[in-house]
């Protein structure tokens, strides 16, 4: 059974790119995409279970990933979180693991995410 994937990212052409990442690793399935900090807390809020891995994006046009990353975990406190940003730092990693993130990856390196998903699936 593939796991379900809630993911939040505001560029349409990254939701498209992570996606294709998605099907490449295998076993997952985008149950729901939010653009938003407020649109990704709302769904979680309405359906805490229904997602099995949060993949979310540090900068949105509207709030912040960083928002989203505590209600996720709320919401499902054993299912993995993994951060993507283009500002990847140890300081911004350590940050996002403090609020609950288990990975944070660079999107420029596209070969890590997919093998951490691949231990996943």
Known sequence: MA??????????DMRM???DLLGVAGGF????ASATEAEARLWLQENPQGWDLAIVDLVLDQ?????VIRPARRA???A????????A???IEEHCRRLGADAVFDKADS???VGWLRTLA
Do not use: K, N, Q, W
């Open 3 to 12: 796991l379900r994937v809630l993911l939040v990212e505001d560029m349409p």
């Open 17 to 19: 790119l992570l996606a």
């Open 29 to 32: 399935r985008v149950v729901h």
């Open 63 to 67: 709030g912040s990933g960083l928002g």
């Open 76 to 78: 499902g406190p054993a």
């Open 80 to 87: 993995p979180i993994a951060v993507v940003t283009a500002y």
């Open 89 to 91: 730092s140890a300081g």
């Open 111 to 113: 070969a890590a995410l």
